[in-house]
């Protein structure tokens, strides 16, 4: 599961016209961090927060043509402006691809850039030899609800107080997610569990996800 080059990105994720993408290296970590500030300040707190420590690029994602780091940041650019990121987490063993945060300047989000990132999700995982693709979003944001529906994402159902989240001026509390994925092979290729094995509950919800 290699990651793309920015080549094979312009490719597989055709963004609208005056749009790129961009590896992220060290000079940029700075500035993407204090854009990441005014464009989202609501991650302040919680499981994206760490897009906003320096430290978390240094160790966690490829900021190298070498590196073979499991996270990659790909910034977006309208002509000479940063205007956004995208970032994706690779599972090897699992053959898996965790969409972790797309973010755009409020200026630009009328451009439906996510909604393409989203749709293109696919294409990418599939380039990558991924089977799997899983996306966690918050509850007061329907747009990214419709964007992964309309890629033909399943909702599998919520996480309750998974992350945190700053409600209003100092006032933080633990908030649901939505948890969606998508299987990128065949059914036939893919073990179902025996109802044997099932409690009555866990049965009842897994006949209502995936009785079609």
Same mark, same amino acid.
């Given at each position: 599961?290699? %990651?793309?080059?920015?080549?094979?990105?312009?490719?597989?994720?055709?963004?609208?016209?005056?749009?790129?993408?961009?590896?992220?290296?060290?000079?940029?970590?700075?500035?993407?961090?204090?854009?990441?500030?005014? %464009?989202?300040?609501?991650?302040?707190?919680?499981?994206?927060?760490?897009?906003?420590?320096?430290?978390?690029?240094?160790?966690?994602?490829?900021?190298?043509?070498?590196?073979?780091?499991?996270?990659?940041?790909?910034?977006? %650019?309208?002509?000479?402006?940063?205007?956004?990121? %995208? *970032?994706?987490?690779?599972?090897?063993?699992?053959?898996?691809?965790?969409?972790?945060?797309?973010?755009?300047?409020?200026?630009?989000?009328?451009?439906?850039?996510?909604?393409?990132?989203?749709?293109?999700?696919?294409?990418?995982?599939?380039?990558?030899?991924?089977?799997?693709?899983?996306?966690?979003?918050?509850?007061?944001?329907?747009?990214?609800?419709?964007?992964?529906?309309?890629?033909?994402?399943?909702?599998?159902?919520?996480?309750?107080?998974?992350?945190?989240?700053?409600?209003?001026?100092?006032?933080?509390?633990?908030?649901?997610?939505?948890?969606?994925?998508?299987?990128?092979?065949?059914?036939?290729?893919?073990?179902?569990?025996?109802?044997?094995?099932?409690?009555?509950?866990?049965?009842?919800?897994?006949?209502?996800?995936? *009785?079609?």
């Amino acid at each position: 599961m290699k %990651w793309p080059t920015i080549n094979q990105m312009v490719q597989w994720v055709p963004l609208p016209n005056g749009y790129r993408f961009e590896g992220l290296d060290r000079a940029n970590i700075a500035p993407l961090i204090a854009a990441i500030k005014v %464009w989202h300040p609501d991650i302040a707190v919680g499981v994206t927060s760490c897009y906003l420590r320096e430290d978390f690029y240094h160790s966690r994602v490829c900021l190298e043509a070498d590196d073979d780091k499991d996270i990659y940041v790909y910034s977006i %650019w309208f002509n000479n402006e940063l205007v956004g990121m %995208w *970032s994706v987490e690779r599972e090897v063993e699992a053959l898996a691809i965790y969409a972790r945060l797309i973010v755009m300047a409020p200026a630009h989000r009328g451009a439906k850039v996510s909604g393409m990132l989203t749709l293109a999700y696919e294409n990418v995982g599939r380039a990558m030899g991924a089977e799997f693709l899983y996306a966690m979003v918050t509850l007061n944001i329907i747009q990214q609800q419709r964007a992964l529906e309309s890629a033909g994402f399943r909702l599998l159902g919520f996480l309750p107080g998974y992350d945190r989240q700053l409600v209003s001026p100092g006032v933080i509390k633990r908030i649901y997610l939505a948890a969606y994925a998508k299987l990128l092979v065949d059914e036939e290729k893919v073990q179902r569990p025996d109802p044997k094995n099932l409690t009555p509950r866990a049965k009842r919800v897994f006949e209502l996800l995936f *009785s079609n």
